[in-house]
Every structure is written in C-alpha cells, then in structure tokens.
C-alpha cells in the first residue's frame, strides 16, 4: 500500500508556466518534507511543515500542509530549466521513536521544464 | 568532504555474489540511514543508526541484508547472495540528531544484478 500518492507522475511544461504537484494520504503526518532530486544525485530537502495549514514559500516554490495533515501541495510559478527534476514529498509519523525517523516517501513528480 | 560519500557509485555484479556499500556520513552527524529506490519507486526505508543505541533494521526486506555502523562514523551495507530485485539506488543519509532532522543524502549507489 503506497501510503503517499503523489500526482501527476510525469510533468512536462514551458519555461514560464505555472504548476502545482500534489501528495496525498489517507493517513495524519506530524510533518511533511519536500526533496528534489536531479539524475545520479541524493534528494536535497526543500522544505519542512509542521503545522495544519501551514504555507512556506521559497522563492517561486509554495508549499502548503493541509488542515488535517493528510495532504500537502507545492506550486511553482514561472518554472525555470533548473526546476527540472523529481520531486518527492516525505511524511513522518511521529515526533519521536521509530515514526519519526522512517519516512514515508512518495513515489514522485518528474518535472520537465522546457525552455 | 562537506557532504555525505557514497562508495562505489556504480556497481555490477551477478546473482549470487555478495555486494558491500560503504557510506561516510557527514561529519559530527550521530544519525545515519539507508534507503532503497527501486525504478519507479518511492525511498524505501531500510536502517537507522543512532548514536550507540541499537540500530533499527525493521526495513531490511531479508536476512540477506546487513549493515554496520564502526565507530559512530563510516557504515556498511551488505547484500548477500544478490538478487536481481536487489538492482536498485541505495542511498545513505545522515542527521545531527535524528528525529525529524534535515536529512543530508548522498549520491547513492547504483547497483545492477546480472
């Protein structure tokens, strides 16, 4: 059971354009983590949420946790090449013991971004 | 290095043989984790080491899978009597603390079973 879906699983825009990939759960998380990943590299964290609700923005990248901790979305606006990448989403269970330090990933977005 | 090494990058080797994947986490981090990703998969959570406490190596998929971490630092996974649904990217990652902290994760191995 892939307890993180993330959609759409394949992404392809125009330099420019706007767009926004989502991770949802029929499960609570204490916390989510975004990462992206380039080809033949490690994820490199992008953000954390913690709170219900919660909204961070990073430049051009808005994330979103929802109110019920289920879900969680990031938008970009007017993509760039280097936004190009996978880009995961990554749910704790708990704030302590086991459930805190075994993430559940999702299986990612592959965003392609054209110039 | 600043970041996490992962060695080799690359690794062929047949069914049957046995495999060692050597990660050298950042230094100072007590945290240290290993991860699988399969083609079209999510991370899959493999082992978790802390400080001196027991490892938990609940995600371990077999009893052909085995890790070590020597003196707080360098760990070593072991994949015996490879499998070709072994093939996969296994990543290491490390932490200052553990528990929700910023995972910093290396380049990962690839490793393809014939």
Do not use: M
């Not at chain 1, 330099?15 to 033949?40: A, D, K, M």
């Amino acid at each position: 059971t892939q307890l993180l879906e993330q959609s759409p699983q394949f992404l392809s825009i125009q330099e420019g354009e706007n767009l926004t990939v989502y991770c949802n759960s029929s499960s609570v998380f204490s916390s989510l983590q975004w990462y992206r990943q380039e080809p033949g590299e490690g994820p490199v964290l992008l953000v954390t949420v913690v709170t219900g609700g919660e909204v961070k923005k990073l430049k051009r990248l808005t994330f979103q946790f929802g109110d019920a901790r289920k879900d969680s979305s990031l938008h970009i606006t007017a993509a760039q090449p280097g936004d190009t990448g996978l880009y995961l989403c990554a749910g704790a269970k708990g704030n302590s013991g086991a459930g805190s330090y075994q993430l559940t990933f999702g299986k990612g977005t592959k965003l392609s971004v054209i110039p | 290095g600043a970041g996490v090494s992962q060695s080799p990058s690359n690794k062929v080797t047949e069914k049957g043989k046995d495999v060692e994947l050597r990660c050298d986490p950042i230094s100072g981090h007590t945290a240290l984790y290993w991860y699988r990703q399969s083609l079209g998969q999510g991370l899959e959570f493999l082992i978790y080491f802390q400080g001196n406490s027991a490892p938990d190596k609940s995600g371990l998929p077999s009893d052909r899978f085995s890790a070590e971490r020597t003196g707080g630092s360098v760990s070593t996974l072991t994949i015996q009597r490879t499998q070709q649904e072994d093939s996969a990217v296994y990543l290491c990652a490390s932490s200052l603390t553990g528990s929700n902290e910023k995972l910093f994760f290396g380049s990962g191995t690839q490793l393809s079973v014939l």
